[in-house]
């Protein structure tokens, strides 16, 4: 075991594309009040690290970090 | 060096006329050079790994009057206002407006739209019907779905459609002449800025009365921005979308056993909207952008100044990425595609385009179990134009 797998978000960097989102609902979700991106979990459950690790792939502006296993 | 003296540079845009886009052959390293109608030579970008780092990168502008931009058409002599239109910004003015906007087109908004599309749908579904078989899809129901629900979000009325339908029909198409894209930039901005005004005595609950009320008012916006802003959303909101449900209808019509898929297994659909955003990929000239410093892009050298073409429609047939890219496969799964671009610019109406996309193939197939090509596929004749589409399609159910 390498350890969990952890998720930051730079929302300074996102653009609102909603990508993640739609990648891994149970991780990220957008601000009400300005549509950037917001962690839900930054040590996400086993079963979605997969969508978490393609959620940073697409990530349009890059603002997704991954780390871990 | 010698090369470019050697080998002649081809002509860009390559021009489209169906499905599969007209790709050039760079070999392994996907990079080579094109010259543009307006004289000028730039690098084009074709694999999938260059335009993510292309498109993500700092050292690359969108801002189109900067010296060396690749211009695929002559400018108009006097620059046309571009005020608010962010598409052609940079940060951190680009920030500003994009972020005035996010909370607009986010997820969570957009499905709150829902019933609004699905009635829409529906509603073109009725009239393509009552136009009696065969009928044109794409003045029955491709155009009037996003150009009604466009209007709707923005607060435009839809009555004027045809007024802004024939614009940007205009300021799109290769064909157009410089003084013909200034008047009708100029005839939507004059448009608006009585739209505008109207709304500001009289608010409604839409997008256009909100921006005033709570960017212009404020002093965050002026009113000139919020013109180009607002000709900027209606534009690419109705003519992109409307293209995609003509191309689709015709891309799922000849593929009966993958439609016979879809129909089984309704899961799929929003797959089906994926790979057929990936497949036909309807921004077919590429991105334009220029270096503003020195820089490299997958260790290929750029120049400041030079201009760049990042070439979605090939990023999206790259083998690396989607095996047997050519083949139209509902079940790939084929997230990683670029149809709506990358980097900081990259759609901001994707949600919305995806919900009309959903709805419109769902409820079109399944209320017209029957529906099939009234004419010879090797007739339809396609839009070669900033954005690619069909221009009629006959169809028969
Ligand atoms: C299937 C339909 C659509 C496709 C394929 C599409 C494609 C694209 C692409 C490739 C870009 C990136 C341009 C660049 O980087 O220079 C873009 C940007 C944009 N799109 Fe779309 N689009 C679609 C639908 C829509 C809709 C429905 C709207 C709604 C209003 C919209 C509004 C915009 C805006 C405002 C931008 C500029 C974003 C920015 O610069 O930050 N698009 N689109
Ligand atoms: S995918 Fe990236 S840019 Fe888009 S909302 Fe998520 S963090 Fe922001």
Redesign the pocket.
């Given at each position: 075991m390498s350890g969990a797998l952890r998720v930051a978000v730079d929302r300074e960097a996102c653009?609102g594309s909603g990508n993640c989102v739609r990648t891994a609902p149970e991780v990220f979700d957008q601000d009400d009040a300005d549509g950037l991106v917001l962690l839900r979990r930054s040590e996400p459950a086993p079963g979605d690290w997969d969508a978490v690790r393609q959620a940073a792939y697409n990530c349009p502006a890059g603002a997704i970090a991954v780390a871990g296993p | 060096m010698s090369d470019t003296l050697v080998t002649p540079i081809p002509a860009y845009p390559f021009g489209n006329d169906g499905p599969e886009p007209r790709l050039p052959d760079f070999g392994q390293e996907g990079v080579g050079r094109v010259r543009l109608p307006t004289g000028q030579e730039a690098w084009l970008f074709t694999r999938h790994e260059h335009l993510r780092e292309l498109?993500r990168s700092p050292d690359f502008s969108?801002d189109f009057s900067r010296p060396g931009f690749p211009q695929i058409r002559p400018m108009p002599k006097e620059a046309p206002q571009r005020d608010g239109s962010?598409?052609r910004?940079d940060p951190p003015e680009?920030t500003r407006f994009?972020r005035m906007?996010t909370p607009e087109?986010m997820i969570k908004h957009i499905r709150t739209l829902e019933p609004l599309i699905r009635q829409t749908v529906l509603g073109a579904l009725e009239s393509l019907r009552a136009a009696g078989k065969p009928a044109d899809l794409v003045e029955h129901f491709a155009m009037p779905v996003?150009s009604m629900v466009?209007c709707h979000l923005l607060g435009v009325p839809y009555a004027d459609h045809e007024f802004f339908q024939q614009r940007s029909r205009v300021l799109l198409a290769w064909a157009s002449t410089p003084e013909q894209v200034q008047t009708v930039i100029e005839e939507l901005r004059e448009y608006l800025v009585r739209l505008i005004a109207e709304k500001r005595r009289n608010p409604g609950d839409d997008m256009i009365s909100r921006l005033a009320a709570e960017r212009v008012e404020t002093g965050e916006m002026t009113e000139r921005e919020l013109v180009g802003l607002s000709v900027?959303?209606l534009v690419?909101?109705?003519e992109?979308?409307a293209n995609?449900i003509g191309l689709s209808t015709l891309v799922m019509l000849q593929h009966p056993a993958q439609l016979e898929r879809l129909r089984q297994d309704p899961a799929l659909i929003d797959d089906t909207v994926e790979e057929l955003?990936r497949y036909l990929t309807?921004?077919r000239t590429g991105?334009t952008r220029v270096a503003v410093r020195d820089t490299t892009v997958g260790g290929h050298r750029v120049g400041a100044g030079e201009g760049v073409i990042g070439l979605?429609s090939a990023a999206n047939r790259d083998e690396d990425v989607f095996t047997d890219a050519e083949r139209f496969d509902l079940a790939r799964g084929s997230h990683q595609h670029m149809?709506?671009?990358f980097?900081?610019?990259?759609?901001?109406?994707?949600p919305?385009?995806r919900a009309?996309?959903r709805i419109a193939l769902q409820e079109l197939f399944n209320g017209l179990p029957e529906l099939a090509l009234a004419v010879d596929p090797s007739t339809v004749e396609f839009r070669d134009a900033v954005v690619f589409g069909v221009r009629r399609l006959e169809v028969t159910w």
């Open positions: 653009c | 498109l969108s962010f598409i910004m680009h994009r906007l087109f996003p466009i900027l959303l690419a909101g109705h992109t979308t995609m955003l309807i921004v991105l979605l149809a709506f671009g980097g900081i610019h990259q759609c901001i109406g994707q919305l385009a009309e996309l």
